[in-house]
């Protein structure tokens, strides 16, 4: 009997062993012939290395800032050969006066004027006005300028919320349409009177309108709990979340005008918003990367998106200097819903 028991527990160790097995080699097989998710968790990983390599590939972090509205005349010319001190310049002085009153920028000089600005409350201010009374033997009127500090939080509210933008419009309609067309709900749809382009409208809108939601309680919440800042207009504010989510959306409809695979649907989406929410400044500043990239990050409609947001949160920026980046984020949502709207597919055949 205890020989029988022995010998039937080894064939069920056998057999549970070989269906395990037989499941092990299924799955791994089905893995290695999905091409798109073989490649892009190949790919993924390296994209990430290089990115981040590229990212902070950059000259050292400067220890000071200071802002100079107009030309640097030659008797200022010993600043520039101070080490890691950054001089960046200004048109017009009220834009350098807000980066210190925020702590943004540790001194604002203006040369024409004989003049310059600092906040005494900023960590960094006293250190540039040394260095700054030690490299020009030039009489300077000082004028002290006061503030809130902008803290990093308050300086990544507007990305999270334009990132929330970009991964709902993207998933929200890309992926949705690329599982109604497979799954043959698309297919049912066209015989109804419904067009393409109504259906694809009222995608559209439905999700603008719920990201528009989900982004307006965010900034409620973290505004009363968090005392956010909100220096500019509520209205632009939304005016631009509005854009951002049309132009988020409208990106998802484009890439799910033909595609039938949600297994390639996920992987080009993830493809276009993961890099894109890295490059944007959803996280980090990009001072210290390459300029060619800094550049290529400047042209994402994300990266515009956040930009604005946050000009007009912490800088007070009105309708006239967040109209450039806000008709460049409207042209790419036409043009991305023209292209989507002609390249649309009913059926998976």
């Known amino acids: 009997v205890r020989l029988a028991d022995i010998q039937s527990r080894e064939w069920t160790m056998k057999g549970s062993l070989k269906r395990i097995g037989a499941l092990f080699y299924a799955r791994t097989l089905e893995f290695v012939r999905d091409r798109a998710a073989l490649v892009w968790n190949l790919l993924f990983p390296l994209l990430l290395v290089i990115g981040f390599s590229l990212i902070f590939s950059g000259p050292p972090k400067p220890l000071v800032q200071i802002g100079v509205v107009g030309e640097l005349p030659a008797t200022y010319a010993p600043l520039r050969a101070v080490p890691l001190l950054k001089i960046i ?9 807000l980066k210190v009153r925020h702590h943004q920028l540790d001194l604002l000089l203006s040369p024409a004027g004989g003049r310059y600005w600092i906040n005494p409350d900023a960590p960094q201010g006293a250190m540039a006005e040394y260095l700054l009374r030690q490299a020009v033997q030039v009489p300077l009127q000082r004028e002290t300028l006061s503030g809130r500090a902008i803290r ?8 999270v919320i334009g990132m929330n933008l970009m991964f709902s419009g993207l998933f929200g309609v890309g992926f949705v349409i690329v599982r109604y067309r497979k799954n043959g709900v698309l297919k049912r749809l066209r015989a109804t009177p419904l067009g393409a382009l109504e259906f694809l409208f ?4 439905s999700r603008v309108l719920i990201t528009l939601v989900v982004s307006l309680l965010v900034f409620c919440a973290a505004y009363w709990l968090l005392d956010v800042p909100l220096i500019g207009s509520g209205w632009l504010l939304l005016v631009i979340a509005l854009a951002g ?9 484009l890439i799910a005008a033909r595609l039938q695979n949600e297994e390639l649907a996920s992987g080009l989406l993830n ?18 990367a390459p300029a060619w990239l800094q550049q290529l990050a400047a042209r994402l409609p994300l990266s515009q ?11 007070g920026a009105g309708w006239q200097e967040v109209a450039g980046p806000l008709g460049q984020v409207m042209v790419f949502a036409l043009v991305c819903i023209s292209l989507g709207t002609m390249l649309f597919k009913w059926s998976a055949k």
């Open 89 to 97: 310049p200004y048109d017009e002085a009220s834009r350098g006066q």
């Open 152 to 159: 990093y939080g308050d300086w990544l509210l507007p990305g």
């Open 202 to 205: 009222a995608q559209l809108l």
């Open 245 to 253: 989510g049309t132009a988020m959306a409208s990106l998802g409809l």
């Open 271 to 288: 493809l276009i918003s993961l890099p894109m929410m890295f490059l944007s400044g959803v996280w980090f500043s990009l001072e210290g």
């Open 305 to 315: 998106i956040i930009e604005a947001a946050r000009a007009v949160m912490l800088e």
